[in-house]
């Protein structure tokens, strides 16, 4: 009898080793392939005798990254731990809370430095920096100048600057990094610098300027930004108030919720800005860069718009009130010097989020 039971424990136990693996190998068509960690997964390694030592680590690394009915389990822990504790699972995102106690989601890491150190002091404020700021902008203007085309120079602020009352308590706060460099620019007579830290903290009174689970301006920030922008051009109001509507959900996949991996639990504000001469507008793509048409824009004009990821919601705004828009989204495509000739813009936007500076303007060209 004890035999019997002690062959039923060893089956029991070798089915919950395998059960999984099997099981899976017949579920895994039905089931999420999504990264969701957002990171490089270890891949299978190859055995050869000069990694012989270092291969068994390696495996169960790739073992691990690989495991049956990950994502579940991942989905689940994350999930359960939020809930709980109200606490990040993943180092490069920081969850805190505002005086309502909705959840909001900050950026902890950027390319392996720290968004922080742009509110913190710990980042340094050089001189020379400011300097060579300050000279490529008045070089690239006075280049473009001579092929009668106007570059601004839009600089979004990280979401953790606009809203640095919202990190946890813990965190210093101390006078904003790139404001440094856009007084020095003011003191240097550059006017075609726009850093929107004050306009973008000033309008949160009316609605949220960044979504919280996303690490981007929404479309209302995008559009009171280009609306000083395009109004200070022309020095009169060419962009008025549109129709604002707000609606809070948990449908909205922010970049920073991704890499949490926590979906559809935090709430999140969509702020949509409704432009009334869009419905007729146009895109066709070459080579990954983007061309808009609109027939019912406020400005028969070609324009450049140049820019990393919040270039997205910098679209609806600039195509509302020029004819023609070529978008050259720089994660995807190069700028190329040629797109002038190609395209003969009248302006060029430039738009960069304030963690790639100054770098982002220093060595950056358009002619």
Known sequence: MKKIYNIILIIIFIAVLYLPTITYFFMKDYMTEENLEKRVLATK??????????YPQLYEKYYNDNLPYRNIILNNWRESFYNIF???????????????????????????????????GRKEVLKKDMDAVVTRIKEETKKLKKKKIDIYYIIAPNKS??????????MTVKK?????????????????LYYME??????????????????????????????????????KEVVGDYKIKQTISTKQRGDLNDMLGIKKIIKDVNTKVYYPNLNNREMKEENKVEIYTNPDALKNETVLLVGDSFSVNSVDPVTS???????????????????????????IFYVRVERSTPNSIIHYKFS
């Open 45 to 54: 390694p190859e055995l050869s005798m000069k990694e012989i030592e270092s």
């Open 86 to 120: 109200k606490e990040s699972t993943d180092s490069r995102v920081v969850i805190s809370t505002d005086k309502k106690n909705n959840s909001w989601l900050f950026y902890a890491n950027a390319g392996g430095g720290d968004e922080f150190s742009y509110i913190d």
């Open 161 to 170: 600057t606009v809203y640095s009352d919202y990190l946890p308590e813990t």
């Open 176 to 192: 904003d990094y790139f404001s440094h460099f856009y007084e020095y620019a003011l003191e240097n007579d550059v006017t075609n």
């Open 198 to 235: 004050e306009l973008l903290k000033e309008e949160r009174k009316n609605y949220e300027t960044y979504y919280r689970t996303d690490t981007h301006w929404n479309e209302y920030g995008s559009f009171i930004s280009y609306k000083k922008v395009i109004n200070s051009i022309y020095d």
């Open 321 to 347: 009130v020029y004819k023609k828009v070529i978008r050259v989204y720089t994660n995807f495509v190069k700028y190329n010097p040629a797109f002038i000739e190609k395209y003969k813009p009248k302006k």
